[in-house]
């Protein structure tokens, strides 16, 4: 009996390798007749390709930067307006435009040598953004402008790091569009 119950294990066992078997070579045919006689340099050369036009559809960290500008200009006007869930709205989009920049180019050739930009903005989100945070949680008006003039302080020493030190943050005097009620007791558009 316990060679009859061997034998059976061994047939499922030899049935199954040779349906994987058959699996796999169909696949390989598949992609043999997909691309047939496929050179793996010509290959290269194609997805290299396609990476340089790809790449070449995704805005460059100026653009984003600009973003980033806008949201934390605003972020400003929001919380002078004493908009907490505005501001707290501007900051998110602020942070994730920060990281969005912040991977399409984390090291930059800066005067001194390679800048950590990625490192760089992990360290503004994790001490001068949390700071930003935790003032507009506790809606307090005195703490929001300290985090944000520390803010802009961590921007100007990236920008100096990166070779870039005209690009000199400050308050915003006003707002970068106005189709933006700051005033969060304001209602509906007419």
Not at 70 to 94: C, I, M, Q, R
Not at 131 to 151: C, G, M, N, P, W
């Amino acid at each position: 009996m316990r060679f009859k119950v061997g034998m059976a294990v061994l047939l499922v066992v030899v049935v199954l390798t040779d349906i994987g078997v058959t699996a796999l070579t169909r696949r390989a045919e598949a992609v043999e007749n997909k691309f047939p006689g496929a050179d793996p340099g010509a290959a290269i050369v194609q997805l290299q390709a396609r990476v340089n036009e790809l790449e070449g559809r995704v805005p460059n960290q100026a653009i984003v930067m600009t973003h980033v500008a806008y949201h934390f200009t605003s972020l400003w006007f929001a919380a002078k307006h004493h908009n907490w869930p505005l501001a707290d709205f501007y900051l998110g989009e602020v942070r994730d435009n920060l990281k969005w920049a912040a991977r399409i180019h984390p090291v930059r050739e800066g005067p001194a040598g390679e800048v950590n930009v990625a490192g760089i903005a992990d360290a503004v989100d994790n001490t001068e953004f949390s700071k930003l945070a935790q003032a507009i949680h506790e809606k307090r008006s005195d703490a929001f402008v300290r985090a944000y003039d520390e803010t802009l302080i961590a921007c100007a020493a990236c920008h100096q790091a990166i070779g870039k030190p005209y690009l000199r943050p400050q308050r915003p005097t006003s707002p970068e569009v106005r189709v933006i009620h700051f005033d969060e007791a304001a209602g509906s558009p007419p």
